[in-house]
């Protein structure tokens, strides 16, 4: 696998784990104890750390990679095994 590739689905695997991991450790107002003020959501985070978001999700995303690439080196998870539906009908006549 070239270095190219890894760092596009690492990439790929930051985005997906920053979305996975942003709404742990928010807290609202109303939890705070503190007053929402006027014009914002009652459900809006008054301690969002995106440096802490981006450093959880680049840790989740390289657990991530590391899964990732052991299945490509050993094979684990095929693309056969993931044919939930048997053959195609086109494909069963040659097509």
């Known amino acids: 696998m070239q270095w190219t590739s890894i760092l596009a689905i690492y990439g790929l695997l930051w985005v997906l784990s920053a979305f996975l991991v942003l709404p742990f450790g928010l807290r609202t107002a109303d939890e705070e104890g503190q007053e929402v003020e006027r014009g914002h959501a009652d459900s809006a985070p008054v301690n969002f750390r995106p440096g802490k ?6 840790i989740l ?3 991530f990679l590391g899964l990732f ?5 050993y094979g684990w998870i095929a693309v056969e ?6 053959t195609p009908p086109m494909k069963e006549m040659g097509y």
């Open 81 to 86: 095994d993931l044919n939930f539906f048997g």
């Open 61 to 63: 995303a390289a657990v």
């Open 53 to 58: 978001v981006a450093m959880r999700a680049a």
């Open 69 to 73: 690439y052991l299945n490509y080196v």
